[in-house]
Nanobody
């Protein structure tokens, strides 16, 4: 079963940047669309960005133009570059397979806090 380890979160001021990384185990990473998700306190987990094995991407409207998802299939690693961060981006960020039927267990996630 595929497993994920997220890293790169932290405390940043509004307008700042962070780069998240997702290390995946399992061969499915190279053939599956992958996604970044986030869960803010008291809210449901939501999809933030998705990337296909070929590099096509999709973003939730609230992060378009600020976040960039990318992947390195050779390294089984995915990234999320987050610029112009806002307080409403504060959440625990997770990565997983985009297709819910193929999805592995959720990792620990990485905390992103945007605050002055």
């Amino acid at each position: 079963q595929v497993q994920f380890v997220e890293s790169g979160g932290g405390l940043v001021q509004p307008g700042g940047s962070l780069r998240l990384s997702c290390a995946a185990s399992g061969s499915i990473f190279r053939i599956a669309a992958m996604g970044w998700y986030r869960q803010a306190p008291g809210k449901q987990r939501e999809s933030v960005a998705m990337i296909t094995p070929g590099g096509s991407t999709n973003y939730v409207d609230s992060v378009k133009g600020r976040f960039t998802i990318s992947r390195d299939n050779a390294k089984n690693t995915m990234y999320l570059q987050m610029n112009s961060l806002k307080p409403e981006d504060t959440a625990v960020y997770y990565c997983n397979v985009d297709d819910a039927l193929l999805r592995g267990s959720w990792g620990q996630g990485t905390q992103v806090t945007v605050s002055s």
